[in-house]
């Protein structure tokens, strides 16, 4: 056993609120604590990356780097510390390498002293370049290992053994790590498991060996303790309020478990008590994020299904929001067997939501008939080398028609990317040439465009952006809701024209049903992107003027309308793609139901839509064009 002083990081400002409340803490909300936090004696504070930079701009509209700045300012002495997924970065892609960079240098310029880096594959390839930037400016490089399980939920079987987690390991020290983190996304690293691995890597390794686990199963206390015993460094914990469940361990308890022993943290329980009560009065008007409507704490189910918390939240967020809560078992049965089918990827992002999102996809839709973009380049390889083999028929049914080719690349993915940073400079110089917009905007194109309009005043602060008052209602400028315009509600197919006789007179009105998920309305949660329409968002459509035959492609589910990728007029075959429909994080292509002609394409690039909302209207060939 060591002798050695536990350390410990703390992550309420990052992954406890990311977990259960979806990040959405604002910084004025922890900044009341936070100089409290940095004198408590903590290895390190986790205070950025992963969802943070996403759901400040999408969210918040809240400047992530801005929140990392005050940060630095109010926590000088400790360590800040951020979740980095490799080659991409803080998004669900791989980024070019010059991002990459450029990403590295102006994040350590700003505050971040840690790099917990990670790839969703455990591929070493797409460490590489954020590791080597991360040594380049002197930061610590903590690199990390994505802890899985093949099928029962124990270290073993055919893929995900002791000796798996001691290649990665070693790997990771030849290429420079000054530390190794064992990453249990979804609590599933069982007590016994975690000695043996942390006593293994302790031996064999070098270097300080760091144990980042969520409490989701309900073995992370056990796992904690036994770390601890095995030699464990450093561990991950949080304060009481935002712990447990799918977040991490408390620190309290440990704090008085561990008192007296040799591996006393030495930190006091005070202070935790004190900023613990802070949080509490913060998170009231949170309530209706973090309620949870089971009974219990632990998520036992978690043991087989291995599906991280934030996962699961997504999931049923996404079953609710396409009107079909009531198939969330299908889609837990379906998810490890999709995971088998493409070659058992570890489940952390954006694996876990690409893997998510084609179950349901799967369970909705029929077997891999609609694929979402990432999921095509995955399985070509761009996302790097899977555990095992993708099956070869699901290889061959994805990969029909696609672009980049029928046969699977193995090189590293971002060999393939051209340089992306003269394009997003390029991209937003009427708004700004500040280094921190030109990341936000490289990072993410769309929703990163709509924030920056908003960072510079060009566009309003959406209400559902704005601070939650104590009631949980967004504050707004004015009790009075705006009027609707026609804009933001186009026509859709479904408008029926009805004459209205009013004594002598007739008057003509076209009515349409309002296409919005009645859950959603009742609930009354502002926090899903594409709730409400955005006044930006829609262009006035003409009407559609539907005739017998046309075809209507209907949004299958809510999400963002990135591009049309077929223009009016223009002749398609079936299964030509006609809209790019960004839905559940990921791009998906929707095609022509029939040959035909796109007669019309009637919500605007950038439009939120609802499920249902008729995306594009395809008119079959007129009979004496066929065969010509
Ligand atoms: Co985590």
């Known amino acids: ?18 977990s259960l409340m979806a990040t959405r803490l604002r910084t004025e909300e922890m900044e009341p604590i936070a100089e409290m936090m940095d004198s408590s004696g903590f290895h390190s504070l986790e205070v950025w990356g992963g ?12 400047d992530p780097w801005d929140r990392l700045r005050t940060f630095k300012r109010l926590m000088p002495k400790t360590p800040l510390q951020m979740l980095l997924r490799g080659q ?59 802890y899985s399980t093949t099928e029962e939920g124990r270290m073993g079987g055919p893929i995900y053994d002791l000796e798996y987690f001691i290649k990665r390991a070693q790997a990771f020290q030849t290429m420079g790590a000054d530390s190794i983190c064992i990453k249990d996304m979804a609590g599933l690293l069982a ?27 309900g073995m992370a206390s056990m796992t904690v303790l036994k770390a601890i015993e095995a030699g464990v460094d450093v561990i991950d914990t949080c304060l009481a309020p935002l712990a447990l469940r799918t977040s991490q361990p408390a620190i309290e308890p440990l704090l008085v478990s561990l008192k007296g022993s040799e591996r006393d943290p030495q ?72 995971r088998a089918e493409l070659g058992f990827p570890p489940l952390v992002t954006p694996i876990s939501q690409m893997i998510g999102s084609q179950a349901v996809s799967n369970v909705l839709f029929g077997k891999y008939s609609m694929i979402s973009g990432p999921i095509k380049d995955y399985i070509f390889g761009l996302y790097g080398r ?26 590293r993915p971002a060999d393939l990317l051209e340089p992306e940073m003269p394009d ?90 309002i296409q919005v998920d009645p859950e959603r309305s009742k609930s009354g949660t502002k926090f899903t992107g594409a709730e409400t329409p955005t006044s930006t968002g829609h262009k006035a459509s003409s009407p559609l003027g539907l005739d017998p035959g046309d075809i209507g492609i209907e949004a299958p ?57 008729i995306l594009a209207v395809i008119s079959p060939l007129a009979q004496d064009t066929v065969g010509k």
Do not use: W
């Open 1 to 18: 056993m060591s002798s050695s002083r536990l350390k410990i990081t703390d992550t309420t400002f990052r992954d406890a609120h990311q």
């Open 424 to 513: 997003a400079r390029n991209a937003i110089k009427n708004i700004s040439d500040d280094p921190d917009d030109v990341l936000t905007y490289a990072l993410y194109p769309t929703t990163g465009m709509k924030f920056l309009r908003i960072k510079h005043g060009l566009d309003p602060v959406p209400d559902e952006m704005r601070p939650h008052d104590a009631t949980g209602e967004p504050t707004r400028d004015t009790l009075v809701s705006k009027p609707f315009k026609s804009a933001d509600f186009p026509k859709s197919a479904r408008a029926r024209a009805f004459n209205v006789h009013l004594g002598e007179e007739v008057y003509q009105i076209e009515v349409d049903p």
């Open 191 to 217: 007590p016994y498991d975690a000695y043996d691995l942390v006593g293994s890597l302790k031996s064999m390794l070098d270097l300080p060996i760091q144990l980042h686990t969520h409490y989701t199963s």
């Open 267 to 338: 930190l006091q329980l005070a202070p935790m008590l004190e900023m613990g009560d802070h949080l509490e009065s913060v998170l009231i008007k949170y309530r209706n994020l973090l309620t949870s409507t089971k009974a219990s704490v632990v998520d036992a189910r978690v043991l087989s299904h291995q599906i991280p918390g934030g996962m699961a939240s997504n999931l049923a967020s996404q079953l609710r929001e396409a009107d079909a809560l009531d198939r969330l078992q299908e889609v837990l049965a379906e998810i490890p067997i999709t």
């Open 557 to 613: 589910m809510p999400g963002l309308l990135l591009r049309h990728t077929a223009t009016v007029g223009q002749g398609v075959r079936a299964g030509d793609p006609v809209v790019v429909l960004e839905a559940m994080k990921m791009e998906n292509s929707l095609t022509a139901p029939i040959d035909g002609k796109v007669k019309s394409l009637p919500m605007a690039e950038g439009s939120s839509v609802v499920k249902g909302n």
């Open 51 to 62: 969802a943070t930079f996403d759901a400040t701009t999408r969210f918040l509209a809240e």
């Open 386 to 411: 899977p555990p095992a083999p993708v099956q070869i028929s699901v290889v061959e049914k994805v990969l029909d028609g696609y672009e980049r080719g029928q046969e699977p690349f193995t090189g």
């Open 88 to 146: 991409s970065l803080v998004g669900y892609r791989n980024y070019a390498d010059d991002v990459v960079k450029a990403f590295v240098d102006r994040s350590a310029e700003v505050g971040i002293d840690v790099y917990r880096v990670f790839d969703a594959l455990n591929d070493e390839r797409n460490l590489e370049t954020a590791a080597n930037a991360i040594k380049k400016v002197g930061k610590h490089l903590q690199m990390t290992i994505c």
